[in-house]
């Protein structure tokens, strides 16, 4: 039966894209010099840490250390941002924060906006948490169901869509 939510999901997706109706932060890929920096601050925030607590470090340290994982990551949190409509030049201090109110895990209480968001996209960063709606694009992608049409400047169905 789940398969067949998603199949439906799936189509509706496709036939999104085809209208020009889909969400456009779906599609935003992170800028390299930005995951670069949040490696640069996450291994220097891992330096600093007890890997050998009982707090279980392995996870994320497992999805740190993978190149794609960490990235997508990365771009969870992104796609939260840009729908929360904050600026590209504040999405290190956002995602920084994230990172080390996941790795650290300081209960504070959300008393700012910022806070709050902060502590929302923190869970980006949880190795179950992947959003349904970017899985599915990128299952689409990955199968060439969807490609990036440069003369239309956005992205199209395929004809395997």
């Known amino acids: 039966m789940k398969s067949f939510e998603f199949i439906q999901e799936l189509q509706k ?36 840490l007890d890997l050998g607590s009982s707090r279980g470090y392995g996870d994320f340290i497992d999805d740190f250390s993978s190149r794609s994982v960490f990235q997508n990551r990365i771009r969870y949190c992104i796609v939260e ?9 504040e999405y290190f201090e956002y995602i920084s924060n994230a990172i080390s109110y996941y790795i650290q895990a300081e209960h504070c209480e959300s008393s700012t ?10 869970r980006c960063f949880k190795p179950w948490y992947r959003p349904d709606d970017i ?3 990128d299952f689409a992608r990955q199968r060439q169901l969807l490609l990036f049409s440069s003369s239309k400047n956005r992205w199209v169905v395929s004809n395997l869509g």
């Open 113 to 122: 906006l910022k806070t709050a968001i902060v502590k929302q996209i923190s």
């Open 81 to 89: 941002l840009k729908s929360l409509s904050i600026h590209d030049e």
């Open 13 to 48: 997706d496709l036939g999104s894209v085809d209208n020009d109706t889909i969400n456009p932060f779906l599609f935003a890929e992170p800028d390299y010099s930005l995951v670069n920096q949040l490696r640069e601050f996450t291994l220097e925030l891992l330096k600093t």
């Open 135 to 137: 899985f599915r694009i």
